[in-house]
């Protein structure tokens, strides 16, 4: 489908835009269309904790376990304990051990080794390698 026409709110469509396969929604930017490519992904990762299996992406199911928001698991430090134990044995060498403030809460970051970019959260970490680097990683990618 082209992209043209008028929006609501009067905006006009040219040939520029993005356009969706799936809904035939316009985007203005392969970004803004990339993001939501992510809505028509099949539903299929599970969390690492309570095997629930709702989320399009790895980085979707690690949000909800590491955000606190997983019924298993509800002690969000704890929780980010299990994240490293999950990414060290997934993904070793993304975690590094940061001397920062020796409470060992938040002493850890993700660093993407391309970019050498740091994330304090692993979803936040595994999104942007998505975003910007290509790299789809699906559950079946992973063990829990």
Sequence with gaps: M?????ASGGTSYHSDYFACDE?????NSKNSLKQHMQKHRPKDVK????????????????????????????????ARDNVRALVNYNDPGACVNLLG???????????????NREF???????????DYHGEFIGGD????
């Design 2 to 6: 082209a992209c043209t026409g008028v």
């Design 23 to 27: 809904c035939d929604k316009c985007f």
């Design 47 to 78: 969390c690492p904790a309570c095997g629930e299996r709702r989320f399009g992406t790895v980085a979707d199911a690690v949000a909800h376990y590491e955000g606190g928001y997983c019924q298993t698991c509800r002690d969000r430090d704890q």
């Design 101 to 115: 403030n020796g409470q060992g809460n938040h002493s850890h970051m993700y660093q993407c080794r391309p970019c």
């Design 120 to 130: 304090s959260m692993y979803h936040s970490y595994l999104r942007h390698r998505q």
């Design 141 to 144: 990618q992973y063990s829990y």
